[in-house]
C-alpha cells in the first residue's frame, strides 16, 4: 500500500516505505533481500544458551508447544551448526483469536562451531519444551614426543 494514496508523503513517511519496501532477488539496487530479513528476523526471535562442559558443547534453545517434526538441526559448511522450523498457527473453525502474543512463523539459530567439535557425534534432545543440542568435543591431541636425531662421529 502506497502512503501517497492517504496524502501522508513526508520525508519521513518516504524513508520508513524505503526501508520498507525490500525487494526480491540478490541485493538489488544495493538493499538485503527478502530472504536476509526474513533469516535475520528469526535468529533475532530465538534465543539460545551456549554452555561449556567438559567434553561437549551444549545449545540450548525453549522450543514450547512444538514436535520433534517441526524442528530441524543441521550441521552445515563443516562447522555451522542450524537449529531451524516453524511453529504454526492452530486453526479452528469454532473459534477466532482475541489476541495472539504468541510467535508464530519461522525461526532459526546458526553457530559457528569451534575447532575441536566433533561435527560427527551431534545429538539433540526435546524435554518439556526444551531442545537441547549436544556437540561432543574432540579429544585433545597427544602431545608430540621429541624425536632424537644420533649424531655421527666424522
Known amino acids: ?8 508523503e513526508t520525508p519521513r513517511v518516504a524513508a520508513l516505505h524505503h526501508l520498507l519496501d525490500v525487494p526480491d532477488g540478490d ?7 527478502r530472504t536476509y530479513v526474513r533469516d535475520a ?11 561449556e562442559l567438559a567434553g561437549a558443547y551444549a545449545f540450548v534453545v525453549d522450543m514450547p508447544g512444538l514436535s520433534t ?3 530441524r538441526v543441521q550441521v552445515e559448511d563443516e562447522r555451522v551448526l542450524v537449529i531451524s522450523g516453524e511453529r504454526r498457527r492452530e486453526e479452528r473453525e469454532d ?20 575447532d575441536n567439535a566433533d561435527v560427527d557425534k551431534v ?5 518439556d ?13 597427544e602431545p608430540k614426543k621429541p624425536k632424537t636425531i644420533e649424531i ?3
Request: hydrophobic share 45%; net charge positive.
Open 41 to 51: 528476523r528469526a535468529m533475532a526471535a530465538t534465543p539460545a544458551d551456549v554452555k
Open 129 to 141: 519444551g526444551v531442545l537441547t543440542v549436544t556437540v561432543e568435543k574432540l579429544p585433545p591431541p
Open 27 to 33: 541485493k538489488a539496487g544495493g538493499g538485503a533481500t
Open 95 to 114: 473459534a477466532k483469536y482475541l489476541r495472539m502474543e504468541r510467535r508464530m512463523g519461522k525461526f532459526m539459530r546458526k553457530f559457528v562451531l569451534p
Open 1 to 8: 500500500m502506497d502512503a501517497r494514496m492517504f496524502g501522508l
Open 69 to 71: 517434526g517441526d524442528i
Open 152 to 154: 655421527n662421529v666424522a
Open 123 to 127: 545429538a539433540a534432545v526435546c524435554r
